[in-house]
């Protein structure tokens, strides 16, 4: 508004200079006229505001002095003639039921034709009015500086800490608090003093002068001046006789319910801390990514109970690795992540190398010893990315990568590995019509004789060369056929191939050699299962030893049903043998019930057999046990002539391996072997 008989220029340079002398008051320009009338000529803003008027045109001052605010103009006005000084005055007006108190600023000018009052209101919070505030408000309050030290406090707070007065105030906040919300409550700070407004905390631990841990809401209420916070008041309130379901929401929100250790949505939060840290600090971090090898088959062979105290095992060794620096989370099922603070690529890789080396001793289940391995993928923070999802994302692309190449190692991820999560679904409806594409095809690898030297018996081992995904390798094809129920067609279809081979083996006189099937835990426990198997022997007329059916020891968790479907095989002559013996339901007792020729020990115990005096002790034992029982055993995953030499030492029987071929096609068989 410019009601004013001064020029734009007097009027301008006028609110000018007020402006800067009170930038935060109600301001207020009055005016003299030639009749001695005082006009109301400006307001700023926060005036209008206050009263809730326009001022769209000039007012007279008396009025509104009168009405509006309780008072009469000549208290503010200087006479005509007198030295003119700034000064102040208080007045208390009166807005509906609320009482508001103001410092007044006065200052006039009579150097113009006519006088001119410049009036500045400063709301007032009396430090009695400030104090009783504080001391009745029946909820602690404690008000700091930007420092973080305490400088005021009610009686509420004194009686909460236990403290007397004069001892609180002499404190820092932060060595009130519970080491675990520190951070918490340094953030809230962090975000007022950014912010310049409340900022709430639903939970807070605090501790008392006899160490006692409180809980509660914590508010923070920001004192402003000038535009910068001065001081933080925090209002707390004691919800400890809330907290006890709270508390058990808070844990079953955070932790994981067998094991206990922190949750995945514990991770996202806990990620969201350490990322504002690292950023702030210029830290590096790193996610791992930790997957138990074969689980769903010793799961499904011990059983879930015994499998939920298999991982509570797991839990208890991989958490003797965890620090301040190193935290666990379980992100489902046989899946746990390790966040590691400030640690950089040879931290992480060392650290990688301490988890796979807990698995190396086998886990002790009742009377059960169990052995399993872990398979782990790594990303750094920020390098490979700066959001959890995307970090989570490449973690479990680089785990991937590494189950497909071998299990018990580790690597880190990098742009080039495949990622298989978003490639599930499509290729599984490949998967599906790989058989009538031509897509599958069986590679063989030979199982040489120790002794002799010569290899009468091979392994079939399942390929899929698909055009959009090239060579996909079994440990990523065979779990989309197991879940997806693919598994029954595609082995039936193995089956069928093995016998076709076997029949045209025999034509040409090769009547002395054994091919070994894999046969699945579904297959297995099908019904017809082993009048399918008399079936295929029928069809082509196969002598009956020259097929081995390959068991996996998840296979028999039901004894009535095994055994009734080996002395059914055995019956027709077919040889029966245990594949990766040792990883699952290590338990003896089977292998005394049920009618088995062969044991193959799995590539884990071989594969460090010459340096790692356990994995050597194990293989001999299964050996001897074998040999006892009458059994006979293959070692799987040969690569070194140490292997064979330590092999033939305790007379394993035979091998397959690297070291004697990788599998290879139907024709290098046929030329390699029967020419």
Sequence with gaps: MYNSSLSPQQFLDFIQKFSRLYPESMTMLIEQDSNNQYWITYVNESFKTFFEHTFEHKVLASSFFTLQMGTNLEDFLLQKGEVIEPYNKQITIRKKTILHTFNVGVIADTTTQHKVIYLSFTKVISNEMYCSLMDHNLDPVITINQSGQIINSNRAATSIFGYKQDALIKLPYLELVSKRDKLKLLKLIEQTLEQKQPIELNECSIKNVEGRTIVVYVKSIPIIDNNEVKEIQLILRDISRHSESGKTVFYLSYHDQLTGIWNKHALQEHFKEEERIAKCRGN??????????????????????KGDELLKKVVQRLSTLSDANSQIYRQNGDDFIFLLQQSDV????????????????????????????????????????????????????????????????????????????????????????????????????????????????????????????????????????????????????????????????????????????????????????????????????????????EITESSMTNIHETLTILEELKKMGVIISIDDFGTGYSSLSYLKRYPIDIIKIDQSFIKEIEQDEKDEAIAKTIIHLAHSLGMKVIAEGVEKKDHVEILKEVNCEKAQGYYFSRPVPIESITEMYFC
Excluded at 288 to 301: A, E, P, V, W, Y
Aim: hydrophobic fraction near 40%; charge should be neutral.
């Design 284 to 305: 590096q971090m790193a996610i791992i990514l930790l997957d138990l090898d074969r689980f769903k088959k010793i799961n499904d062979s011990i059983g879930f109970n």
């Design 346 to 549: 040879n931290n992480t890789e060392n650290f990688a190398e301490k988890v796979l080396a807990l698995f190396k001793k086998p886990f002790c289940i009742d009377e059960l010893e169990l052995n399993i391995s872990g398979s782990i993928g790594g990303v750094m923070y920020p390098s490979d990315g700066v959001e959890f999802d995307v970090l989570l994302k490449k973690a479990d692309q680089a785990l991937r990568y590494v189950k497909e190449r071998g299990p018990s190692t580790f690597r880190f991820y990098h742009s080039k590995m495949l990622d298989t999560s978003n490639n599930g679904a499509v290729m599984e409806s490949h998967l599906r019509r790989a058989i009538e594409k031509n897509e599958l095809s069986i590679h063989y690898q030979p199982q040489v004789d120790l002794d002799t030297g010569k290899i009468n018996s091979f392994e079939a081992l399942l390929r899929w060369n698909n055009p959009k995904f090239g060579l996909v390798p079994p440990s990523v094809f065979i779990p989309i056929a197991e879940d997806s129920g693919l598994i029954l067609e595609i082995g039936d279809w193995v089956l069928n191939q093995v016998c076709i081979q076997l029949k045209e083996w025999q034509i040409k006189g090769f009547i002395d050699v054994r091919i070994a099937v894999n046969i699945s835990s579904k297959q297995f426990k099908q019904e017809a299962f082993a009048n399918a198997i008399r079936k295929y022997i029928y069809k082509y007329e196969l002598n009956p030893q020259s097929l081995e059916l």
